[in-house]
């Protein structure tokens, strides 16, 4: 298995609806990325530039490709993703503040 620290640019009023369905847990039933994409999404923090960033793990090649067509190319664009050791990326943006702050658990 794989771990990128994704950064994307949020489609920004399409953010409460995401974030409806994250609430609903509706892509936990998604397989085989459903309960990796609701705890990245989750987590999900935003840059002081308005980018949000997160660590996602996946099994995909390229990066992402299931996770894109099903749910992240609705909500985000221009996403990028860079090959982190398993909770790196989560380390490199802890302190940033959480774009879905009502999530966090």
């Known amino acids: ?17 995401l974030a409806e369905r994250l609430e609903r847990d509706e892509f936990l039933s998604m397989r085989p990325f459903g309960a990796s994409v609701t ?3 989750r987590g999900a923090r935003r840059r002081p530039d308005g980018g949000v960033v997160w660590e996602e793990e996946d099994y995909c090649s390229p990066p992402l490709a299931q996770e894109r067509a099903a749910v992240l ?3 985000f664009q221009d996403l990028r993703v860079t090959a982190v050791q398993r909770n790196e990326g989560w380390a490199q943006i802890r302190d940033l503040p959480p774009l879905f702050p009502e999530l966090v658990e």
Request: glycine share 0%; aromatic share 18%; proline share 4%.
């Open 39 to 41: 705890f990245s999404l």
């Open 73 to 75: 190319d609705e909500y």
């Open 1 to 17: 298995m794989a771990y990128y620290l994704v950064e994307a640019a949020a489609k920004e009023e399409r953010l409460p609806e």
